[in-house]
T-cell receptor, first 116, second 116 residues
Framework: DAKTTQPNSMESNEEEPVHLPCNHS???????IHWYRQLPSQGPEYVIH???SNVNNRMASLAIAEDRKSSTLILHRATLRDAAVYYCILRGGPNAGGTSYGKLTFGQGTILTVHP | NAGVMQNPRHLVRRRGQEARLRCSPMKGHSHVYWYRQLPEEGLKFMVY????????ESGMPKERFSAEFPKEGPSILRIQQVVRGDSAAYFC??????????????FGAGTRLSVL
């Protein structure tokens, strides 16, 4: 499986934008980039995903580099409730085959601390 | 539409006892995944099931652990003869389909198992 690299931790102030980076230099052409987050004492929660183009939803934006070797999750205005561990995960495309397409492979993620 | 329901939320067992963790997927979802999060560690995939079938059990410990997803009723993760090292948070996720890279998994709140 292609590997992702994220900073161990980041800090932000409330109401400010947060840019969470992820490197995935070995990404394949059909891999989708997914982001999940895990709030304290809760299960993981889907945030956003994309393939090549930048994506926006109500929670966040995903900016994908032109060469797809990196991406950035953008929280436009951080709140205290956004304090969580953020995971960047690659998922195989429709021709991935095998059984790896089902599971999510979580790395260590980035611990985001939001200061009031 | 209710989310993924896991019960119990907390489970205490003595060494040597059996633990049964239940997971009811979201309505309309026929794919279930189990993950384990050991204290101070990341989330690790355990098993992926469809109704009445185990699709991928590559993350399951070889002994004492089993999982099922019967035609009727919730998915069950069963741990026989629990040991202290089994103490962890166990998360269940469900999805409507698994073979496509855009597929999103929805997680439950988890069952926290403590082995005395």
């Amino acid at each position: 499986d292609a590997k992702t690299t994220q900073p161990n931790s980041m800090e932000s102030n409330e109401e400010e934008p947060v840019h969470l980076p992820c490197n995935h230099s070995t990404i394949s052409g059909t891999d989708y980039i997914h982001w999940y987050r895990q709030l304290p004492s809760q299960g993981p929660e889907y945030v956003i995903h994309g393939l090549t183009s930048n994506v926006n939803n109500r929670m966040a934006s995903l900016a994908i580099a032109e060469d797809r070797k990196s991406s950035t999750l953008i929280l436009h205005r951080a709140t205290l409730r956004d304090a969580a561990v953020y995971y960047c995960i690659l998922r195989g495309g429709p021709n991935a085959g095998g059984t790896s397409y089902g599971k999510l492979t979580f790395g260590q993620g980035t611990i985001l601390t939001v200061h009031p | 539409n209710a989310g993924v329901m896991q019960n119990p939320r907390h489970l205490v067992r003595r060494r040597g006892q059996e633990a049964r963790l239940r997971c009811s997927p979201m309505k309309g979802h026929s794919h279930v995944y189990w993950y384990r999060q050991l204290p101070e560690e990341g989330l690790k995939f355990m098993v992926y099931l469809q109704k009445e079938n185990i699709i991928d059990e590559s993350g399951m410990p070889k002994e004492r652990f089993s999982a099922e997803f019967p035609k009727e009723g919730p998915s069950i993760l069963r741990i026989q003869q629990v040991v202290r090292g089994d103490s962890a948070a166990y998360f269940c996720a469900s999805s409507p389909a698994a073979t496509w890279a855009k597929n999103i998994q929805y997680f439950g709140a988890g069952t926290r198992l403590s082995v005395l």
